[in-house]
């Protein structure tokens, strides 16, 4: 069974700073790896899907990283704002034909002004 | 955009009561998803369906049951409503295929006492 595990479970960084959140995956042979924020008390919002044959994927300020051999991925925030404050999850798709997720339980961030 | 709607934000109800929580996402999406989410258990599938009359089980589907009479809606039903299934509750939908990006909904948060 596919684990997935995302330390730390909360970070708090000044505004400005560049935001590193990490997410492990157990079992490599995975298809695809999404990362999600989630605002308090609101559903999740999808930002980047990295495919298992990419490397990276990027859109605006954020980069996400996949290594499935060593079973990580990392996200990248560069120069984080207040606005960048929520939980941030990742989440693994081991099936070709079986959209079930294997979910990370998050990693929540406060960008301090 | 996609938007994946769910049709209450916030619901109160009592111990045995019969509750549904309603689904509707218009992208004619072929697979959607009723998770629940709770604090230090991460995001848990109840049940998910990929297409018209359609139903799986996913990992936490007792005490619940689905049903799914139209493509752009999928309802979660609680027989009986318990205490134990106070939670927020997720909506989610997705294209056929591979590397396609999961929508969620806004997000319910079902009181039951």
């Known amino acids: 069974k596919q684990e997935v595990t995302q330390i730390p479970a909360a970070l708090s960084v000044p505004e400005g700073e560049n935001l590193v959140l990490n997410c492990s995956f157990t079992?490599?042979?995975?298809?695809?790896l999404q990362w999600f924020r989630q605002d308090p008390g609101k559903g999740l919002t999808s930002l980047l899907l990295i495919q298992s044959s990419q490397r990276e994927q990027t859109s605006g300020r954020l980069n996400a990283s996949l290594d499935k051999s060593s079973g990580r991925s990392t996200l990248y925030i560069a120069a984080s704002q207040p606005g960048d404050s929520a939980t941030y999850l990742c989440?693994?798709?081991?099936?070709?034909?079986?959209?079930?997720?294997?979910f990370g339980a998050g990693t929540t961030v406060t960008v301090r002004a | 955009d996609v938007k994946v709607t769910q049709s209450s934000r916030y619901l109160v109800k009592r111990t045995g009561e019969k509750v549904f929580l309603e689904c509707v996402q218009d992208m004619d999406h072929e697979n959607m998803f009723w998770y629940r989410q709770d604090p230090g258990l991460g995001l848990r599938l109840i049940y998910f369906?990929?297409?018209?009359?359609?139903?799986e089980k996913g990992d936490i589907p007792e005490g619940y049951s689905v049903s799914r009479e139209k493509k752009e809606r999928f309802s979660l039903i609680l027989e009986s409503a318990s205490t134990n299934q106070t939670s927020m509750y997720l909506c989610?939908?997705?294209?056929?295929?591979?590397?396609?990006?999961?929508?969620f909904g806004s997000g319910t948060q079902l009181s039951v006492l």
């Open positions: 369906s990929y297409d018209v009359k359609m139903k």
């Open positions: 989610a939908s997705t294209q056929i295929g591979t590397n396609e990006k999961l929508f």
């Open positions: 989440a693994v798709d081991s099936h070709s034909n079986d959209y079930k997720l294997s």
């Open positions: 079992d490599s042979a995975i298809y695809n």
